[in-house]
């Protein structure tokens, strides 16, 4: 848990960088057990209209499709201690996420 500093990278666009808190629940959900992860983003896809259609927990990366309104989102996170890096892709797009810990939630 903790605020994240995170550069996104979409082809043809220059990177972006933002801040994210990601607090314990969010934390407990890509912390290696399955289950829980599985449950936390089928309740994510869920809030936003649409279906997860995969989930696979494999050592420390996470991928995963859903599909909303008939587009299908990929996502392939891989989470190393207090850092994470994400590609995925939607409706042809693609995009590249850096992430690191720098400190507590504000």
């Given at each position: ?104 939630c504000k």
């Amino acid at each position: 848990a903790g605020l994240y500093q995170i550069v996104a990278t979409k082809v043809g666009s220059p990177p972006s960088t933002f801040q994210q808190c990601v607090d314990a629940g969010r934390a407990k959900a890509v912390s290696g057990n399955a289950t829980v992860g599985r449950a936390a983003a089928k309740a994510d896809a869920e809030e936003f209209g649409c279906v997860l259609k995969s989930y696979e927990l494999t050592g420390d990366t996470i991928s995963q499709a859903m599909v909303c309104g008939g587009a299908t989102t990929t996502s392939r996170a891989t989470y190393r201690g207090d850092s994470f890096e994400d590609d995925q892709a939607a409706q042809g797009a693609t995009a590249h996420w850096v992430a690191k810990r720098i400190g507590p939630c504000k």
